[in-house]
């Protein structure tokens, strides 16, 4: 008798789980359709993806030619004019992109998203080489920034004495 009232309290509450995922889902489309109509309007939207938690972001660009912005909205509140994650980076010359800076919150999967739009966009202007700096700045997250540049295919080279260092990412290679 207790296993089968526990079994039906279970059952409850996936049914519970399974509607509240449900609701939740039905509402990121909603707001993903809002907020779409609403980036559409600034930038050019090259993607929408799921994040390692499951949630949904768009993924858009700027390019002009001299400075190339990866952008990344999540669908969970309404766009207001800003992003929530970015990649920000500029053309040396045509066969070189560099980046400048990453910013937004960190442990999301947002940098994995943005850097594979990166390097397809990369790819698709014909441009060799993806580069970037780590600076002094940089020494108090270094593990986390190597682990990530490795995970996407990157060469990292690090001076400690200088506490310097260079990413290169090479499309040939790939």
Same mark, same amino acid.
Request: glycine share 6%; with cysteine; net charge negative.
């Given at each position: 008798?207790? =296993? ?36 559409? #309007? ?12 499951? #949630? ?15 952008? =990344? ?62 600076? #002094? ?7 986390? =920034?190597?682990?990530?540049?490795? #995970? ?23």
């Amino acid at each position: 008798m207790l =296993l089968t009232k526990l079994r039906a309290e279970e059952e409850q509450k996936d049914a519970e789980t399974l509607e509240q995922d449900l609701a939740d889902l039905e509402f990121q489309v909603f707001r993903m359709q809002e907020n779409m109509k609403d980036i559409a #309007k600034r930038w050019q939207v090259i993607g929408i993806e799921q994040t390692k938690e499951e #949630k949904w972001v768009i993924v858009s660009i700027f390019d002009d030619g001299h400075v190339c912005k990866i952008m =990344l909205n999540q669908c969970e509140a309404a766009y207001q004019g800003v992003w929530d994650f970015s990649i920000q980076a500029q053309y040396l010359d045509q066969h070189i992109i560099h980046i400048g800076d990453m910013k937004g919150e960190e442990n999301q999967g947002y940098g994995s998203i943005c850097m594979k739009y990166l390097k397809e966009h990369a790819t698709d202007q014909n441009v060799q080489y993806i580069k970037g700096d780590l600076a #002094k700045r940089d020494w108090g997250h270094l593990d986390r =920034l190597i682990h990530f540049y490795e #995970k996407h295919d990157f060469e990292v080279e690090i001076d400690h004495a200088n506490q310097s260092g260079e990413i290169r990412w090479n499309a040939s290679f790939q």
